[in-house]
């Protein structure tokens, strides 16, 4: 495609998904989240009660994703992201969502697309790669805020445990594992706040551009 990328990969609860949302506000690029696809595939399998290891049928259900259909509010659920990462380690599940995030990476005018794989196999060609870290603890106390200010309660220890468990499934699968792109541009969030990563995103793409 002949439009600008930015790939921005790293684990659940880094800042991802704001960044996003701001380089492409800033920038007028489209935007994906490409989580969301994951999610969509497990919230189908657990609402038909599917085995998430049932391979043909998270294969199925991967070919029917619509990446303009998508519900952040149903998706977003917690036990929707455990599911994700479940049938995100299938092969078949992969290649079908990547092809449909690839296609829309080719949209005019180009796009950013958040995720764990951007860098290294949606968009090996991206214009600019970032992946964004933070530690364990951070990304668990940023959780637990967002809960209760939207008025739920939960555990700290509890969250911790789950990020942890998602970390290992993501960075210790076969296909596609979590890791950094040898090209991108690590920014640790632990001690920078939303504006101050957005700062740093965006004095490199400027320089890319
Ligand atoms: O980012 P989010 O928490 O919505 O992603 C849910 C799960 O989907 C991740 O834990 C990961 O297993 C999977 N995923 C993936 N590749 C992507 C995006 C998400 O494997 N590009």
Do not use: W
Request: with cysteine; proline share 4%.
């Amino acid at each position: 495609g002949a439009g600008f990328i930015i790939a921005i990969d790293g684990p659940a609860g880094a800042g991802k998904g704001t960044l996003a949302r701001r380089l492409a506000d800033h920038f007028h690029l489209n935007l994906l989240d490409t989580g969301l696809s994951y999610r969509a595939v497990a919230h189908r399998m657990l609402s038909y009660g599917l085995p998430l290891d049932n391979v043909s049928a998270a294969e199925t259900a991967a070919r029917q994703v619509d990446l303009g259909a998508m519900d952040r509010e149903v998706l977003s659920q917690h036990a929707i992201g455990e599911a994700a990462s479940q049938v995100a380690v299938i092969p078949s599940v992969r290649r079908a969502l990547v092809d449909k995030q690839r296609e829309f990476a080719t949209r005019p005018p180009g796009a950013v697309l958040d995720g764990r794989d951007i860098g290294t196999v949606v968009c090996p060609d991206a214009n600019v790669k970032l992946y964004l870290t933070a530690s364990a603890e951070v990304r668990a106390r940023r959780r637990l805020a967002e809960i209760e200010a939207r008025g739920g309660k939960a555990d700290l220890e509890q969250i911790l445990d789950d990020i942890r468990r998602r970390d290992q499934r993501d960075m210790g699968r076969e296909d596609s594992p979590l890791r950094p792109a040898a090209d991108a541009h690590l920014l640790d969030t632990s001690e920078m706040d939303i504006e101050t990563a957005f700062q740093a995103a965006k004095t490199l793409v400027e320089q890319a551009m």
